[in-house]
Every structure is written in C-alpha cells, then in structure tokens.
C-alpha cells in the first residue's frame, strides 16, 4: 500500500498520512523521520512479527525506511 505524509509532528516522533491514519515511530528511527518531507510518497509494509513497531514505512522520494506502529 502506498500513502502521501501530511505531516511530521514532534521532531518525527509521529507522522500522518493522506489517509487520516498516524503512526507512532520506532525512537532509532527518528533522526532518519525528522528529515522527511511533507508530500513524500510512502510505502506501508505489515511485518510478520508480533514486535511493538511492525509496519516498515518506506519513503519511496528518497528510499529510506523506518519502522512503526499504527495508532489511528
């Protein structure tokens, strides 16, 4: 699935996409979210673990991933 991000709140901490959804990011993969543009186009995997962050978001603009967890 593929989505547009809206907005990055807290220094990357969470970020919303087009789709109304927000999601909480893994706190190492901060420093790599806060950089992160509004527009971007972003790819949502489902991982298959039980871990706390099991979604990777792929920001495909600059082919960068960061691992998540879905909130909304």
């Known amino acids: ?3 547009m991000l809206m907005e990055i709140i807290n220094d990357g ?3 919303v996409l087009l789709d109304g959804t927000t999601w909480m990011i893994n706190p190492g993969d ?3 979210v806060c950089t992160w543009l509004p527009t971007s ?3 949502i995997h489902k991982l298959n673990t039980n871990d ?3 979604y990777k978001l792929t ?3 600059i082919d960068v991933s960061a691992y998540a967890m879905k909130l909304e």
């Open 1 to 3: 699935m593929e989505e």
């Open 13 to 15: 901490e969470k970020i």
């Open 52 to 54: 706390m962050f099991s």
């Open 41 to 43: 186009s972003i790819k």
């Open 59 to 61: 920001n495909l603009s």
């Open 30 to 32: 901060l420093p790599t």
